[in-house]
């Protein structure tokens, strides 16, 4: 999330990261984390205490005057530990489900050009 100051309202918040502020929390689905009370002023939300909160990378750009806010995680919490059914194909294009080897060790490689 792209911000020109450090002070957003949730409806700013809501329609670009997912996270409402309402009652004192930040929430997201089924995830709500408390937010302490300096970090909420007359409706605006104070995005430092966002990202420490949450975990979140919040970089400044000084040369241009804007904010860089997310993702998320910042690689401290996940919402479960849980691997989303993956279905790629195979080295002859046959579909491949990872489901399958549920209960065994895998390795996953990634690898790209770029």
């Known amino acids: 999330m792209i911000l020109e100051r450090l002070e957003v309202t949730s409806e700013e918040l809501t329609p670009r990261t997912g996270w409402e502020i309402k009652q004192g929390q930040a929430c997201k689905a089924d995830r ?3 937010l302490p009370d300096a970090a909420l002023d007359g409706g605006r939300l104070d995005v430092r205490a966002l ?3 949450l975990g ?4 400044h750009d000084s040369e241009h005057g804007l904010w860089a806010l ?9 919402a479960s530990a849980e691997l989303p059914e993956i279905v790629l194909p ?3 294009g ?12 895998v390795l996953l490689l990634a690898w790209a050009s770029w």
């Open 51 to 53: 990202s420490e909160r």
């Open 70 to 78: 997310g993702p998320d995680s910042g690689g401290r919490a996940l």
């Open 32 to 34: 709500c984390v408390p």
């Open 56 to 59: 979140m990378a919040l970089v």
């Open 94 to 105: 046959n579909p491949f489900s990872l489901q399958s080897l549920q209960g065994t060790k």
């Open 90 to 92: 195979d080295r002859h």
